[in-house]
């Protein structure tokens, strides 16, 4: 993975590691994005400031919780 590597060194971790940071649920994994980014604007929660304008926009994107998800390793022959 290579995000800000000049930022960031390499970082090796093991498998059950990993596993278990993309078992995590995503509070908005799955939103309205077509409409949810005007919408936002028009109620000015595009930066929400604290909690409570928080929760708001997450309600107006329509936001479902969804797992992160899982990579499949094979071994090969």
Do not use: N
């Not at 078992?23 to 908005?28: K, Q």
């Not at 077509?34 to 909690?51: F, I, K, N, Y």
């Amino acid at each position: 993975m290579d995000v800000a590597k000049y930022k960031y060194p390499p970082v090796w971790v093991g498998a059950d590691t990993l596993m278990d940071a993309m078992g995590t649920v995503d509070e908005c994994g799955w939103y309205d994005f077509s409409g949810a980014q005007e919408r936002l604007e028009r109620g000015g929660l595009e930066r929400p400031v604290d909690g409570e304008e928080y929760a708001l926009a997450l309600g107006v994107l329509g936001c479902r919780p969804r797992r992160r998800g899982y990579i499949i390793l094979r071994k090969t022959p």
